[in-house]
């Protein structure tokens, strides 16, 4: 159950796009159509943003798109907003109903 | 609205117990697979355990399995986490979440948290 590896920092400028990615192994990502990712900021709880690699639930912007090859799960982020500065997780199936999440990702806009 | 209230943390010394609970409502609690993940200082997520909506079904992360047990009570609408031997590292922040069972997607509602501070 090793943790997912993701960037620790990425950054952007308003109305720039920016890629945060997620890496994981053939057990996991590479496994399951079961990838999500969470946006969290300080002090909050975590919100659901993407699921099944490229899902947006109910409320989430358009802005927010979700990619899987391989390995590795990808989360864009077109048009970044200063209320997008955050930190983002991604989160993946593991099998045997366990779940792994990844370092994660802090956004800044700069 | 969903909406999930966590209560129980506080602080405790090494190999102490504490027994998390997590109010559910806006949604039908019985028929929706439950988890607990936690996030320590200054740290990134970890999925600690879930729970199918009947109950019959209990999954652990494996840094957890032996000391802490995971169960409900459909009739109240309530999630628990029973903590025995605590450690340090288990200084968290405890969230209680919606989803993590099978045919879930990943956890589609949060509550806010409760910390749980273990340390003499």
């Known amino acids: 159950q090793s943790a997912l590896t993701q960037p620790a920092s990425v950054s952007g400028s308003p109305g720039q796009s920016i890629t945060i990615s997620c890496t994981g192994t053939?057990?996991?990502?590479?496994?399951?159509?079961?990838v999500s990712w969470y946006q969290q900021h300080p002090g909050k709880a975590p919100k659901f943003m993407i699921y099944?690699?490229?899902k947006r639930p109910s409320g989430v912007a358009s802005r927010f798109s979700g990619s899987k090859s391989g390995n590795t799960a990808s989360l864009t982020i077109s048009g970044l907003q200063a209320e997008d500065e955050a930190d983002y997780y991604c989160?993946?199936?593991?099998?045997?109903?366990?779940?792994?999440f990844g370092t994660g990702t802090k956004v800044t806009v700069l | 609205e969903v909406q999930l209230v966590e209560s129980g943390g506080g602080l405790v010394q090494p190999g102490g117990s504490l027994r998390l609970s997590c109010a559910a409502s806006?949604?039908?609690?019985?028929?929706?697979?439950m988890s607990w993940v936690r996030q320590a200082p200054g740290k990134g997520l970890e999925w600690v355990s879930s729970?199918?909506?009947?109950?019959?079904?209990?999954y652990y992360a494996d840094s957890v399995k032996g000391p802490f047990t995971i169960s409900r009570d459909n009739s109240k609408n309530t999630l628990f986490l029973q903590m025995n031997s605590l450690r340090a590292d288990d200084t968290a922040v405890y969230y209680c979440?919606?989803?993590?069972?099978?045919?879930?997607?990943?956890?589609?509602?949060w509550g806010q948290g409760t910390l749980v501070t273990v340390s003499s």
């Open positions: 806006g949604f039908t609690f019985s028929s929706s697979a």
């Open positions: 099944e690699g490229n």
């Open positions: 979440a919606k989803g993590g069972g099978y045919g879930d997607a990943g956890f589609d509602y």
């Open positions: 989160c993946s199936y593991a099998g045997s109903s366990t779940w792994v």
């Open positions: 053939s057990s996991d990502v590479g496994s399951y159509n079961l």
């Open positions: 729970l199918s909506a009947a109950g019959g079904r209990t």
